[in-house]
């Protein structure tokens, strides 16, 4: 049986395709940092590189703080909706004029 050894930095990296949007492993994506070949690299989401675990927090904490953000606004905005739906219920409709009241025509009887 035939065994294959294959080692990980040893091997050329992939090349992203042209067009695709996946970070490069050669720059910290928080400070731009050059990442060497022989230093510990940080992920977060999976293919987003960091130099240190300071810079990846960072950029989860700011992660955290957009999503509540987010969150916030969201909420905001749907009582906003379910105010306005029970203003609309709750109000009286408007009264209807006869229509020759409208029109300022007196009608016979």
């Keep these: 049986m035939a065994c294959a050894f294959f080692f990980f930095f040893e091997a050329e990296p992939l090349r992203a395709p042209v067009g695709s949007h996946a970070p490069a492993l050669d720059a910290c994506a928080l400070c731009a940092k050059p990442l060497a070949r022989n ?23 700011h992660d955290a703080a957009v999503a509540r953000q987010q969150a916030s606004s969201r909420r905001k905005q749907q009582q906003q909706q379910q ?16 229509v020759s009241a409208k029109a300022n025509v007196s009608v016979a009887s």
Excluded: K, L, N, W
């Design 83 to 98: 105010a306005q739906a029970q203003r609309g219920v709750h109000e009286a409709p408007p009264s209807r004029a006869p």
């Design 39 to 61: 230093s510990d690299i940080f992920m977060y989401r999976g293919d987003t590189p960091f130099c240190s675990e300071d810079c990846r927090y960072e950029q989860m904490d």
